[in-house]
């Protein structure tokens, strides 16, 4: 990906970043959830964005 990225897809790359991030600590602790888990998390090798 070259360095020098639009608007957009800095948008979007920043909006996956935040998306990629575990389950707070205090929401797993609850004991009410039906799912300990992000199933939303990436890995950078595993599957890729499709830009």
């Known amino acids: 990906m070259p360095s020098n ?3 957009r897809v800095k948008r979007v ?3 996956k970043t935040k998306q990629n991030r575990q389950m ?10 039906k799912r ?3 199933f ?3 890995n950078w ?3 890729k964005i499709g830009l």
């Open 36 to 38: 300990a888990y992000s």
């Open 13 to 15: 790359l920043g909006k």
């Open 40 to 42: 939303k998390r990436r």
């Open 5 to 7: 990225k639009t608007f």
């Open 24 to 33: 707070p600590a205090w929401f797993r602790a609850k004991g009410t959830v």
């Open 45 to 47: 090798r595993h599957s």
